[in-house]
């Protein structure tokens, strides 16, 4: 815990950012002093739950602020550059949601204003503090997997946009939406994490003429180790998150974020980690702590996230 709370400003108070501004109102490291989004419904709501945090539908009102030291950014992809490049360089730390951009030269521009400024960086990666992760990458460095011969991914949903996102309309465009972006992300920032650099090899996606992408599949490489990843959108069937990582002494199954299977005998067996860690408290508390100058190896900077990025892209690009 810092001594002294981080005062955190919010740009976008849709089902991220609004989840972010509950969280952080709570949270003993941060006080959210200002907030913004277009949308004037949501500001006037926010307003009155909220009376201390200075609410309004102009960004400025966030990014000009003498009283914030850091920034949540909870836009559609398209405005992380925008927004990030301009809160860094009015010396605001920035913790942005995922993905970190859309086009090459936005992600460029983001990588080199957090290296220029000096001031704490991260994007919002679901996995990067889960206990389930930890375990794995433990077990990695401890060889309990062998050799890693390969990983798996599948995703599954029956209707896209989630029901929680359906107001987000933007993720069932092309243009910044859609489920590889939105969720495969995830999943490859785990694999580059644990494995190497992440790269995709051979890659593609349907699209119908009009919205994000019904289906996607390809071969990536995390360093020389073959990534497999599948997904359906609009499918009769459960929603599914699959992640496995195949070794030859004991192999690895995440299902659905923080359920964790091990298979080193004759069957999936579950890995009790206990009550479970890694939450957007626990993120943002860690973000807090790289405010006050203390790092965390277990959020993600934006190089990670930028090498995530290119290899979702090769979807669209295909």
């Known amino acids: 815990m810092v001594d002294t709370p ?103 521009a983001m990588v080199e204003a957090a290296a220029s400024s000096g001031l704490a960086t991260a994007v919002n990666f679901a996995l990067s503090d889960r206990d389930v992760v930890l375990e794995v990458e433990r077990a990695l460095r401890a060889g309990e997997v062998g050799d890693v011969l390969g990983v798996d991914v599948r995703l599954q949903f029956p209707v896209w946009p989630r029901a929680f996102q359906a107001d987000a309309l933007w993720l069932d465009g092309r243009e910044q939406g859609g489920f590889v972006r939105e969720v495969f992300s995830h999943f490859a920032y785990l694999t580059d994490r644990l494995l190497g650099p992440l790269r995709a090899v051979d890659v593609s996606a349907d699209f119908p003429e009009t919205g994000s992408e019904v289906a996607a599949r390809g071969l990536l490489r995390a360093g020389d180790v073959p990534v497999h990843f599948s997904g359906l959108a609009g499918v009769a069937g459960p929603e599914v998150y699959e992640w496995v990582l195949w070794g030859t002494r004991r192999s690895y199954r995440l299902r659905g974020w923080v359920r964790l299977e091990a298979f080193d005998g004759d069957e999936w067996t579950p890995v009790d980690l206990g009550a479970g860690s890694g939450s957007d408290a626990t993120r943002l508390g860690l973000f807090a702590a790289a405010v006050r100058g203390t790092g965390s190896p277990n959020l993600a900077d934006f190089a990670i996230a930028q090498r995530v990025q290119d290899a979702v892209e090769a979807f669209h690009a295909s």
């Not at 501004?21 to 949308?39: G, I, K, P």
């Open 6 to 108: 981080v005062k955190l400003g919010i740009i976008g108070l849709g089902a991220m950012g609004g989840r972010v501004l509950e969280v952080a109102a709570a949270h003993a490291d941060l006080v959210v002093v200002r907030a913004s989004d277009l949308d004037e419904a949501t500001v006037r709501r926010v307003g009155e739950a909220h009376p201390s945090v200075a609410v309004s539908r102009d960004a400025a009102d966030v990014l000009d602020a003498s009283d914030v030291e850091a920034v949540y950014i909870a836009v559609p992809p398209a405005f992380h550059a925008e927004l990030t490049v301009a809160a860094l360089k009015a010396g605001k730390a920035v913790f942005c949601e995922k993905p970190l951009a859309v086009s090459a030269e936005d992600a460029r």
